[in-house]
């Protein structure tokens, strides 16, 4: 099956502007979440979905950080204006199901995002 | 509140030696445990789980990990490295939200050298 699919992959821009990111997550896959890795950090959950409903945005700087699953299925992040220390990796991943059993995540790959 | 330790940022180990990589939590409730592998320019991939049952769980790639309760551990380990399981590490733990949401907390991350 298709993996998660996430573009683009790199990203320079300048402190101020904007910047959007979109994933694709597997097909059937109902829950969708969006991470911040840091360099040298773990992932930290910015924003979660099941379906096109938002479950948890505890941690999305919502001043800057918007996002949206429109149809509940792809999904886009948007920053807006960046900061310095927006610099990270963002990471889409999915899974089947909000449920406690379906607790399995499918990463993909990532975007690298620099602000100058 | 939930969180993940890993105390150490890298561990070197020689290829056929056994490796162990450390993770230590905290949690409220029962602890659902997993850990997660990160190559160079990649997203997470999922390794193993741990939600309940026996305290030897066996995942991907010849990988197990032994979860204790009373040390709060759950430490990653494989009888006979590779060089091709050189890569980033991460434990991650499980918190039960609202409506029974998945909320996952990730460790910092521990690189794994495994020289020939």
């Known amino acids: 099956e298709a993996g998660v699919a996430q573009s683009p992959r790199y990203k320079i821009i300048e402190k101020r502007q904007s910047v959007a990111f979109w994933c694709n997550p597997i097909s059937g896959h109902a829950t969708l979440y969006w991470y911040q890795q840091i360099l040298g950090q773990g992932p930290k959950l910015l924003i979660q979905?099941?379906?096109?409903?938002?479950?948890?945005d505890s941690q999305l700087p919502k001043d800057r950080f918007s996002a949206e699953r429109l149809k509940g299925v792809d999904s886009t992040l948007k920053i807006q204006p960046a900061k310095l220390e927006d610099s990270a990796v963002y990471l889409c991943?999915?899974?089947?199901?909000?449920?406690?059993?379906?607790?399995?995540?499918?990463f993909g790959p990532g975007t690298r995002l620099t602000v100058t | 509140a939930q969180s993940v330790a890993q105390p150490e940022d890298q561990v070197n180990v020689a290829e056929g030696n056994p490796l162990t990589v450390k993770c230590t939590y905290s949690?409220?409730?029962?602890?659902?445990l997993f850990w997660y592998v990160q190559y160079p320019n990649r997203g997470l991939q999922f390794l193993l789980k741990y939600i309940t049952g026996d305290n030897l769980v066996k995942g991907s790639y010849g990988f197990e990990a032994e979860f204790n309760k009373s040390q709060t551990s759950f430490h990653l380990k494989k009888p006979s490295a590779l060089v091709s399981d050189s890569a980033l590490y991460f434990c991650a733990v499980r918190e039960e939200g609202l409506y029974n949401f998945n909320k996952f907390y990730f460790g910092s991350g521990t690189k794994l050298n495994v020289k020939p």
């Open positions: 949690v409220s409730g029962n602890p659902y």
């Open positions: 991943a999915s899974s089947l199901a909000y449920q406690r059993e379906a607790y399995e995540q499918y």
């Open positions: 979905f099941q379906n096109n409903g938002v479950v948890d």
